[in-house]
């Protein structure tokens, strides 16, 4: 299939699946540079602690099953993913509650390999298959005045244990500026690794925006929203000065306290060879002409 954008990436550059899986290493080794120590509670997209080798095993970070690091592969299996509508709302056409199934047969599915970097600079490159986000608002119809997409995921108490504890501001919400969402790089992900998305990685349908740092994903949508206001997101309300609304990959904009120049390969060995980061990801040939003009220190 003829790609809309430049795919240097292979299978032969996957990450190893149980790489992918045992990325918690590198948080491990976050640790020892005392990284850790200094982060307030709350207040941090991912949670690092001293991992023993079992459980980075079953990491996984989705909030809603708790913090814990062994959590959502604990507990997402609670989550019943049988059944599911999104609701497509705001300024559009068609608004409505959507069937997943429905969903499903109406979309071009395909497989995608797309670099991930993790906000702690470190990163892999993981296999997707899902549909562009573009064909799913089109199938909606946005309207003109409409120039963001607000994203909510399930909140669901009985299915999701970690909605008892307010370390987020419930549900968890995204966002992006219209350009983003219709961007063809800008996909919905069903399937990880050639099958079905796991629900602690967001089944039954997660956001996947290459050029942004991973927390921007946001897992197990029920809402799309097309709205004329930026919308607000999880992280930047947690915390605005480390999170912005952007958070484009950049290795010159330093998250407050730690560099982004650089970034740890998950699957490169126990001690994880750096590398330097690529100004949005790698994707700056598709994606530097969204953002001409701006003060990226600013609008980080
Ligand atoms: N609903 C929801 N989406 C979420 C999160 C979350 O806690 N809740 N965590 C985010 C963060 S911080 C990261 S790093 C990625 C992790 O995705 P992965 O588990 O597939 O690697 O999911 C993002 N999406
Ligand atoms: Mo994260």
């Known amino acids: 299939m003829a790609h809309r954008w430049k795919n240097d990436l292979t299978w032969d550059d996957v990450t190893p699946e149980a790489a992918y899986l045992n990325r918690r290493q590198i948080m491990a080794g976050a640790m020892g540079l005392g990284l850790a120590s200094v982060l307030p509670k709350a207040a941090k997209a991912e949670t690092p602690e001293p991992n023993s080798w079992e459980d980075i095993t079953s990491y996984n970070n989705f909030y809603e099953f708790g913090t814990g690091k062994s959590d959502p592969a604990k507990y997402a299996g609670s989550l019943i993913t049988e059944g599911w509508e ?32 993790c906000v702690e600079a470190w990163s892999m490159v993981i296999p997707w298959n899902g549909f562009e986000l573009k064909d799913l608002l ?3 119809g946005v ?14 108490p009985d299915q999701m244990p970690g909605l008892a504890y307010p370390v987020l501001d419930w549900p968890y919400v995204e966002g992006l500026r219209m350009d983003e969402a219709m961007h063809p790089l800008t996909m919905m992900a069903t399937g990880i690794y050639g099958r079905d998305i796991p629900n602690q990685n967001g089944a039954p349908m997660r956001l996947v925006v290459p050029w942004k ?16 206001q930026e919308p607000p997101t999880s992280w930047n309300k947690a915390n605005g000065r480390e999170y912005g609304f952007y958070s484009n990959v950049n290795p010159q904009v330093d998250h407050p306290r730690w560099s982004q120049a650089s970034e740890r390969v998950i699957g490169s060995g126990l001690f994880a060879k750096r590398q330097p980061t690529l100004m949005f990801n790698g994707y700056e040939e598709e994606v530097a002409g969204l953002y001409e003009g701006m003060d990226l220190s600013k609008f980080y």
């Open 86 to 117: 999104v609701v497509i709302d705001g300024m559009v056409d068609k608004p409505g509650t959507y069937k997943m199934d429905d969903i499903m047969a109406a979309m071009t599915i395909e497989e995608r390999i797309y670099r991930f970097r």
């Open 138 to 140: 089109e199938m909606a």
């Open 143 to 156: 309207q003109a005045e409409g120039k963001y997409v607000a994203f909510e995921t399930a909140n669901r």
């Open 213 to 228: 740092y991973g927390f921007k994903s946001i897992k197990s949508i029920v809402r799309i929203t097309v709205t004329d």
